[in-house]
Every structure is written in structure tokens, then in C-alpha cells.
């Protein structure tokens, strides 16, 4: 039997009565030691151990002969690894002395001869990565065959456990005690305030470990000497060490903050249990002060159910007084961001329920099957050459990498050789993330390549390889400490090298026994983003394809194939970093729109100008030809309307711009800007009836699907549009591309959670049927506000929590784009219920906290257009757009007229838009003139001014 299984069957057969093979000697005696696996109980065996060497003298090879004696102190040997694992939550194994050299390294066997001490040793292993091995047979026989010389029992597993016994322990206020008074001392008002920041950041960092379901991403708070107070998420996704990266920070502060406080998530050994923690590294910096405290903390399932325990205090040693201020005033800042969040969540560490779940933690931890999501998974069972050939013909697309053109990348040419083969036949295992470009972790076109690093046997869990890739990368940054070593470590060398160049290719080279000795290697990687869940990089482990014909090559497992877990794991992280997105774009509407976004503006309405008065040149249109940006050339039949070649681009753009100064209005408190809004809309509005005529056309011209498919984020354009007060035609439009839906090649794409809402609250105000594809992405809060339309219940208080969770989620799940911090379909939430009736209702979220405003009484599309869109649909309505024909082809199925002669209707109808043109142009150049006389009398008065200074300085002179 292997001696993992021994030792658990044996220690299970002690704990039931069971007899042992052989028997046991003391049986008695170990029952009053109480064996229940707490750190206490090692004293009680120390005890016994002396007793039995006092009273018997045991000599080692006679007391070992006897059967029931020898399975005594291996018991206790069994017994005292498994203590030391359960207690650090670490994966335990044994071996017999023949069996080292398959898990130690050859050097560390040869320093173990063998032995009556050395016959049985034992591993621990956190996240698959060994640990540390163990020899728990030399203090056992040291106690008993050599005795007071020895080292007590409970010495040698502390080396292991590693308690923080003598920390301070702080310990929470009693509600009725009074606000900590202000010290005189001038370092004691410097500790008080240090702990009300620590209080601060660590309520913070729990409130967003509540909100994401997952201990949060580093933070690191500050405050200044002005008084002010922040705090900056340091995202995981983009650094591969931010505890280091918010160290720095701290090392070297702002020249006002006063004090900054780093929080993050780790692990505090208890005197009794193992326990997750939230880590607080507290600055104040001057006086200078440096404090470490550990909040222990249990997740749980719920998100309301992290359980706290008792900070301590790691670092300095306090004295009590100094404890008792930090303490006051640590419990101070956290019941100033929520009152009562402390006492919500506080257990003690000796309430029995909560002993009673550590000890089955302890116990799955031990037996390696603890709550790593990832241990549970056989990745090993995947089956790649299965999947390829259940994977249809036309999808074989989505497999394959698009690796870029030869002279490009020459020296990615033997991976991308390797990549068939692997796709053929390679097996599965984890792969971590060491670097890559930054532009990996956000939204883009370009893929990139990476450097991974792997266990090719497939033991080690993301945990493990995340310390392994953290210590890869930290060579990178003292590359040059490692060539200046008077004998420097080959292999490490060798992997500094490549981690200079971001863009080398290494093919499984081999991780140096100072960082790892489970076997790793480093590989180039490339990182193809449609095999990514979304595209972009959200978190730094993932499944890789290896294999023994391909030594050293890698592929990243394409996401269709990711088991579920993982693929839950990276949407909760995506999630995370659109909320990071989201604040970040938000943060900016606070500053004007910027130089890019008004050239952009300018220049869309340039050219939207240039066309109303001048039409398309055929220069132009020559060009657009020779980049294919239209799709289209001037040899299809019937032939393109020259209203189609790029306007609905420009409009678009000049819609997106508008967008933002509506979003920003809002990010300012300030009410729903209709005027603007409705500018925002006639672009889209225009640019959608192009877009929707080019569709109709796309069969005739013989163009085949998915050519001038829709997006259908258009619809929340409407649904702006509709919200600001053009209901009657965004109700049109609505009609039109909700319609669509009934074709299954109108649309490019599945709609994202916000405009299948939008479709879906507009076809029921239009009353038309849709039946849309579910969303790449769940929004459980939208989704239970259409569900029998509880948007529209009477009972405003269910209704505005229920909006207020779903703006929570907007911030998580919005993808960046126009609409990010514009919850539009909401706002049409809203609209509909003041439309029909229904109560005002109060949210606070700040997507809506600022008011609406009136929503106005609706108007026409002419209205809302400014005088050089009002010239632009004239000139396209007169060269044939008509919206009315639009709307009966995708309504009715009427047929589109194609005659490109203009009646004298639209020739009236040009006539009015060359007029509005001039009257446009005329009022442009009025302007134009003005500013020019404006700069001319700046020019003479700041003559005047020299001139007059010229005579003054003369008659001085003379």
C-alpha cells in the first residue's frame, strides 16, 4: 500500500477504535494526549514521549522490534505531518526512503542516508507546487531515545506553522465607548491617524471583495496634507506583481501625502487555524511609522457572509497603550465608511460553528482536495483531436491562428509549424502568464506574443506557477545582478535573456531549481484574441496545448473548449476590469472633451459640409475604391448612390462625439441634455437609413451575407433618440430594425445585454414580435426588470432597487464603447413608465442619482436638426434617400425604387438645399469674417501699444 494511503487508513482506524495491524502500543496513554489535530495537542505527546524515556529508557533498535511499539511512534509520525498540513492547508503525501528520489531533487536524497529516521518522510504542497518536505520521525525519536537534549515537539512543527502567537491583537471598541480623544504626543497623533486610514482602505477593500464575489485587487490608499483622501486599484490583470508595484509607490510617495495604506489579499496563521486574510501595509511618513496588520476573513458562498476575525498586528511590536490608539482609531475609519459593517461581520475564532468549518477545511486541504477551483478539473481529460472533428467544417476558421505575414515575425515561424501538430494531438495542462504587451489586457485587433511558464506533466495548479511566473519575471527586472553573479546560474541567465526581448521566441527552456524543482519550462506563446473568452486578456493563467512531438512549442487552448469553471472565473475577472474601464472612462467625462474628440467632430462635419455644397467628387470616389473601405465599387448594379459611399461614416462619427457631451452632462449631475441628445440621434438616424439601404441592395448587387449586416448597438441610439424626445421617428426606426430580426442575416452580431433590452421594451411599445439570440454575456439584473415587465410595476420602491442593481451591473458588464457610462437602456425604462403614468422614482446609483429632467413634449426629426444637417437630408432626400421607401421595403416588403433621375420633386428639393447650403455657407463666412476683423483690431491695438512704447523709451534715452 502506498504510505499516503497507510497513514490516512491508519490514522482513520485510531480515531474509530479500529485496531491497528500488529496492534498499538500506549493506546491508553495517546487517548488522554487527546489527538484532535490542534497545535495544543503536541505539548500533551511531548509529555508522553519524556514520561516513556524516563520510565523505560528505550534503546532505539529494541523498542522499533517490537510490532506494537514501531507502529506507535509511526502513528505519531503520521500523526504529526498531517497536523502541520491540515493546520497550513497544505496537501500532504508519504514516502518510504526508496521513493525520495522521484520528488527531491538528487542532491537533497543524497544528503538523506538511510536511516531509521530518514525511512519516512512527507511532502506538502500548496496549489500542486512542493513546499517543503519533512523528516517527523527524527524530533519523535529524539524525544524518546535521547530526551531533555532534545528540542520540544511543539518547536519543531512551529518551523512549519509559523503562528503569529506574539502579534498584537486588536480588538474592536464596545459601541457605547467614547470617540478616541485627539493625543498630544505628535507620534501618537501620527499612529491614530495611520490607523483611521488602515480602518478606511480595509473597509473598502471589503466592500469590494462583497460587490465582486472574489477578494479585491490591490489597492492603495492615500491621504494628503491638504486633508484628502483616494484610493487607486493596482489591477492583477496588468501587473504581474502589484503588491510590489503598490511598495514602490510607498517607498517613494507623492511630495503631499502624508500616509498611504496598501491592502491585498494573503494568508495569517492563527494559533489555531490557517485563515484567508486581507493585508494592510500602513505608511505614515513623518514622523516615519511602518505598520502591518492582518484581518483574518472567511469567504463564504454568499458575498454577505465573509466572516472577520480579530486584526493583528504583525509588525513593530506594539506596547498596549500604543495598540489600544491604533485600535480606537483603525475601528473609528471602518465604522466611518459604513456604520456597523465590523460588528455585521465579526465572528470570534473560538465560536464553535466556526471551528467546526475550519476543521473540515483543514481536512480537504490535507487530503488535497481543497476548494481550488482548479484542482477539481482533469484538464488531462480534454480531448483536443476530438474537438477538432466535432468541430463543423465552417468553424474550422475560429481554430486556426492568424499568424502574422513571415517577414513580420521570422523567428515565430517554428511555433506557428508546431501549431497543427498540437491542434492534432496535444494534451492539456495550465499555463501562467510571465509578460506580454500591455495591450493584451485591453480591447484591440492585433494579437501579441507572450512568454508562459508550465509543468509539460500537468501536476501544478495556476497558484503554484502564478509564484513561479512572479519569480520569472523578477529576473527581467535585475537582468543585470544576474550576468554580474561571479558564477551565474545558466539556466536563469538564459531566461533573462529572453525576457529582454518581448518579441523572442523560447521553446521550452527550463526554470532553475533556485525558483521551482517541479520540472517548469518557459515557452513563447501567442496569444490569438479570438481564442480569448473576451477577446482581451482577463486574467494570467490558462489552459495551453503541449505535446511530447512538439517539444517546447505551445498553443493556447482555444476558449470554446475551457471547462467551465475557468471560463466563470474569467468573466468574473472581465467583469472586474469593464468596472475598472467603466471608472476610468467615467473618470475622464470630468475633464471637457478633448482636442481628438472636437478634431474628429470638425472633421466629420467638414466633410459632411463639402458634401452638401460640392456632392462627391469622382476623385473621391476613385479613391474609396482603391482602399475598399466601402465595400463596394462603382461597378456594381444598380450602382451606388453617392450619399453611400462614406457619409453614414461621418455621421456616425459626429453621432459618437455628441454622445460623449451627452455623457458628460450627465457624469456632472446634470440633467438629460435633450437638445444634444437629439442631435445624437438625427446622425444616427441619417446614418441608419444609409446603412439600412445598402442592406436592401446587398442581394441585388450580389453581395451575400455578411456583407452591410447591421450592428445592432444602433438600437440604442434609437432608444436615445426616443428617451430625448424624437418619439415618432425613433418609434419608425424602431419598427424597422426590430422588424429585422425576422431575417437571420440582417444583423452582424447577437446583440450585448443593453440594446437586447432596448430591442425588446421597443417592439413591445411598437407591438412587434422579435424573437432575439440570448447575449454573449448574462445580465441577471436587466433581465429580472423585463421579466412581466417589472419595469412598469406600481410599487416604486421595487422598481428602484431593482434599477439600482441594474446600473451596479451596467458598471461590470457595459463593454467600452459610446454608451459605457450611459445606461440608455434605463433611461428608456424610465421614459416609458413617465409616459405611461407612473410614479417618479428616487435612485441614488450615479449612473441615475442626477434628475432626468422634463422629458419635454416629443418633436419632429426637422426639428431637431441643425441648419447643416437640415441641408444634408435635403441634398440626400433629392438624391434619392427616400426614408419613406426605406421604411415600406423593410416593413412591407415593397420593392426599393432604383431610378436614378431626379423628379422635379427632389429637383425642388436640391434647389432648397443648395439655397439652405448658401444660407449656411453665408452665415459661415460671416463668422469667418468676423473673426477676422476681430484678430485685425487685435493686430492695430497691439501696434498702437508698441508704438506708443517705442516713443517712450526714445525721450528717455534722450
Keep these: 500500500m502506498p504510505a499516503t494511503d497507510t497513514a490516512a487508513s491508519w490514522l482513520h482506524a485510531y480515531h474509530t477504535g479500529a485496531d491497528l495491524p500488529g496492534g498499538l502500543a500506549f493506546r491508553a496513554a495517546l487517548d488522554q494526549a487527546d489527538l484532535d489535530y490542534s497545535p495544543d495537542s503536541l505539548a500533551r505527546i511531548d509529555r508522553l514521549l519524556r514520561q516513556i524515556r524516563r520510565e523505560l529508557a528505550p534503546e532505539p533498535r529494541i523498542f522499533m522490534e517490537q510490532t506494537g511499539q514501531r507502529n506507535f511512534v509511526l502513528l505519531l509520525a503520521f500523526y504529526l505531518g498531517t497536523l502541520i498540513a491540515r493546520h497550513t492547508l497544505q496537501r500532504i503525501d508519504w514516502y518510504h526512503h526508496d521513493e525520495l528520489a522521484d520528488v527531491l531533487p538528487a542532491d537533497e536524497v543524497r544528503k538523506l542516508p538511510h536511516s531509521m529516521t530518514t525511512s519516512l518522510a512527507c511532502t506538502f504542497r500548496r496549489d500542486g507546487e512542493l513546499s517543503a518536505f519533512f523528516l517527523p520521525l527524527r524530533p519523535l525519536a529524539g524525544i524518546l531515545f535521547r530526551g531533555t537534549e532534545t528540542p520540544d515537539l511543539a518547536a519543531a512543527a512551529e518551523s512549519f506553522l509559523r503562528r503569529a502567537l506574539a502579534a498584537a491583537v486588536l480588538v474592536a471598541p464596545e459601541p457605547q465607548a467614547e470617540s478616541p480623544q485627539q493625543p498630544a504626543d505628535y507620534a501618537a497623533d501620527a499612529l491614530q491617524r495611520l490607523g ?33 483622501r483616494d484610493q487607486r486599484r493596482v489591477s492583477s490583470r496588468l501587473d504581474a506583481d502589484p503588491v510590489e508595484t503598490c511598495r514602490a509607490r510607498m517607498a517613494h510617495p507623492e511630495p503631499d501625502w502624508v500616509g498611504a495604506v496598501a491592502s491585498h489579499a494573503g494568508h495569517v496563521n492563527l494559533a489555531r487555524f490557517r485563515s484567508s486574510a486581507v493585508m494592510l501595509e500602513a505608511h505614515w511618513f513623518a514622523p516615519h511609522l511602518a505598520v502591518s496588520v492582518a484581518v483574518p476573513c472567511r469567504p463564504a458562498a454568499d458575498r454577505d457572509a465573509v466572516m472577520l476575525h480579530s486584526p493583528r498586528v504583525l509588525q513593530p511590536a506594539m506596547q498596549e497603550g500604543q495598540a489600544k490608539i491604533f485600535a480606537q482609531a483603525f475601528f473609528a475609519g471602518i465604522e466611518g465608511v459604513k456604520p456597523g459593517l465590523w460588528a455585521r461581520h465579526f465572528v470570534a475564532e473560538t465560536d464553535p460553528a466556526e471551528l467546526a468549518w475550519r476543521q473540515q477545511e483543514q481536512v480537504a486541504a490535507a487530503q488535497g482536495t481543497a476548494c481550488d477551483p482548479c484542482a477539481a478539473l482533469d484538464l488531462g481529460a480534454l480531448d483536443i483531436a476530438r474537438c477538432m472533428s466535432e468541430l463543423p467544417a465552417d468553424q474550422y476558421a475560429y481554430a486556426e491562428v492568424d499568424a502574422p505575414a513571415a517577414e513580420r515575425a521570422p523567428q515565430f515561424a517554428p511555433l506557428f509549424g508546431a501549431l497543427p501538430a498540437l491542434l492534432a494531438g496535444g494534451r492539456v495542462v495550465w499555463g501562467h502568464l510571465v509578460l506580454t504587451s500591455r495591450l493584451m489586457f485591453h480591447p484591440g485587433a492585433e494579437s501579441h506574443p507572450g512568454f508562459v511558464v508550465y509543468d509539460p506533466a500537468g501536476r501544478l495548479l495556476p497558484a503554484a506557477l502564478q509564484v513561479v511566473a512572479r519569480r520569472l519575471l523578477a529576473l527581467r527586472r535585475t537582468a543585470s545582478a544576474v550576468h554580474a553573479e561571479a558564477a551565474p546560474d545558466a539556466l536563469a541567465a538564459a531566461i533573462t535573456e529572453q525576457l529582454q526581448n518581448e518579441l523572442s521566441c523560447a521553446a521550452g527552456l527550463a526554470v532553475p531549481q533556485g525558483i521551482s524543482r517541479s520540472g517548469l519550462l518557459l515557452s513563447s506563446i501567442w496569444l490569438e484574441r479570438k481564442h480569448l473568452p473576451a477577446e482581451r486578456l482577463s486574467a494570467r493563467f490558462f489552459p495551453i496545448l503541449v505535446s511530447d512531438a512538439t517539444p517546447g512549442r505551445v498553443m493556447l487552448l482555444p476558449a470554446r473548449w475551457w471547462p467551465e469553471p475557468v471560463l466563470a472565473h474569467w468573466m468574473a475577472a472581465e467583469r472586474v476590469a469593464r468596472g475598472d474601464d467603466w471608472e476610468h472612462t467615467r473618470a475622464a467625462l470630468a475633464a471637457p472633451r478633448s482636442d481628438a474628440h472636437s478634431r474628429a467632430l470638425a472633421e466629420a462635419l467638414e466633410a459632411i459640409e463639402q458634401y452638401v455644397a460640392h456632392g462627391m467628387t469622382d476623385a473621391r470616389i476613385a479613391q474609396l475604391c482603391a482602399q475598399g473601405s466601402a465595400g463596394f465599387t462603382n461597378a456594381v448594379d444598380p450602382p451606388p448612390r453617392a450619399w453611400e459611399w462614406e457619409m453614414d461614416a461621418h455621421l456616425q462619427a459626429a453621432a459618437e462625439v455628441y454622445l460623449g457631451d451627452v455623457a458628460r452632462a450627465r457624469a456632472h449631475g446634470d440633467a438629460l441634455p435633450a437638445e444634444r441628445a437629439r442631435l445624437v440621434y438625427v446622425c444616427a438616424h441619417m446614418a441608419q437609413m444609409i446603412a439600412l439601404y445598402r442592406l436592401l441592395l446587398r442581394e441585388p448587387r450580389g453581395f451575400a451575407a455578411p456583407a452591410f449586416a447591421l450592428d445592432p448597438a444602433a438600437i440604442l441610439y434609437v432608444a436615445l433618440g426616443f428617451a430625448a424626445g424624437c418619439d415618432a421617428p425613433a418609434r419608425q426606426l424602431a419598427r424597422m430594425l426590430c422588424t429585422l430580426w425576422q431575417r437571420d442575416d440582417a444583423y452582424r452580431a447577437a446583440p450585448d445585454a443593453q440594446a437586447r433590452a432596448a430591442f425588446i421594451l421597443l417592439a413591445r411599445h411598437c407591438n412587434v414580435t422579435i424573437a432575439l439570440p440570448a447575449p454573449a454575456e448574462a445580465a441577471p439584473a436587466l433581465e ?52 405611461a403614468g407612473l410614479k417618479h422614482l428616487q435612485i441614488t446609483h450615479p449612473l441615475l442619482a442626477p434628475p432626468l429632467g422634463s422629458w419635454g413634449a416629443g418633436v419632429e426629426l426637422a426639428a431637431a436638426l441643425d441648419p447643416l444637417l437640415t441641408s444634408l437630408r435635403a441634398r440626400l432626400q433629392a438624391q434619392g434617400c427616400d426614408e419613406n421607401a426605406i421604411a415600406k421595403a423593410v416593413l412591407e416588403g415593397a420593392p426599393l425604387g432604383l431610378t436614378p433621375t431626379l423628379s422635379p420633386e427632389q429637383q425642388a428639393k436640391m434647389a432648397q438645399a443648395e439655397l439652405l447650403m448658401a444660407q449656411f455657407s453665408n452665415a459661415a463666412e460671416t463668422r469667418r469674417d468676423s473673426a477676422l476683423r476681430g484678430r485685425r483690431m487685435l493686430i492695430i491695438g497691439a501696434c498702437a501699444i508698441w508704438g506708443m512704447l517705442l516713443l517712450w523709451v526714445f525721450f528717455q534715452l534722450r
Design 196 to 228: 483611521r486610514l488602515a480602518g478606511i482602505q480595509f473597509a473598502h477593500a471589503l466592500l469590494a471583495w462583497q460587490a465582486e464575489g472574489r477578494p479585491a485587487d490591490p489597492q492603495l490608499c492615500f491621504e494628503t496634507s491638504a486633508g484628502r
Design 784 to 835: 429580472a426588470l423585463l421579466e412581466g415587465d417589472l419595469w412598469r410595476d406600481a410599487d416604486g420602491v421595487r422598481v428602484a432597487a431593482a434599477l439600482e442593481a441594474a446600473c451596479s451591473e451596467h458598471t461590470e458588464i457595459a463593454p467600452p464603447g459610446p454608451f459605457q457610462c450611459l445606461p440608455v437602456a434605463l433611461l428608456l425604462m424610465l421614459k416609458l413608465r413617465a409616459l
